[in-house]
């Protein structure tokens, strides 16, 4: 165990979330939870929070669950926690929008049935290719 600790901080973040995901992880899961550290939240937290995320929404091939956990950390990143009326809404809707509109136009599409090619038999993206996507997304748009 403290070799793969002292392994992963020396991982970039790609490689980090292809590790989690490799693992136990979801792909929203794999994403997030590689940023816990930058975004001050328990990992347990984001593993938690993006548990249904996983195979598009809880295996319904909708959304992409790396793209799921990469809007995730846009609101732990950037929200105020204001919950009467908070500023913040409005940038994070942007910065929601930037990630979902850059990662369709690298994957072809943010439905993860489409990614995986259920029903035309012809793949978009992989899981992993989707999981470093949303990571590099992450890291430009939210700069974390």
Not at 7 to 33: F, P
Not at 81 to 102: C, F, I, S, W
Not at 105 to 117: M, P, R, W, Y
Request: hydrophobic letters at 35%; charged letters at 25%.
């Amino acid at each position: 165990m403290a070799k793969y600790a002292e392994k992963r901080d020396t991982m970039t973040k790609k490689e980090l979330a292809i590790a989690k995901r490799n693992g136990k992880y979801n792909c929203a899961q794999a994403v997030a939870c590689s940023f816990s550290k930058e975004i001050g939240v328990d990992e347990t937290v984001l593993f938690k929070a993006c548990e249904g995320f996983g195979s598009g929404m809880g295996c319904m091939e909708c959304t992409c669950g790396a793209l799921s956990g990469a809007i995730l950390l846009a609101g732990f990143k950037n929200s105020d926690g204001h919950l009467e009326n908070p500023a913040t809404k409005a940038d994070t809707y942007r910065y929601t929008r930037q990630m979902v509109e850059t990662f369709k136009a690298k994957a072809g599409s943010t439905v993860c049935g489409e990614l995986k090619g259920i029903g035309t038999g012809h793949m978009l993206r992989s899981c992993p290719d989707c999981i470093m996507d949303s990571v590099e997304i992450v890291q430009e748009v939210l700069g974390i």
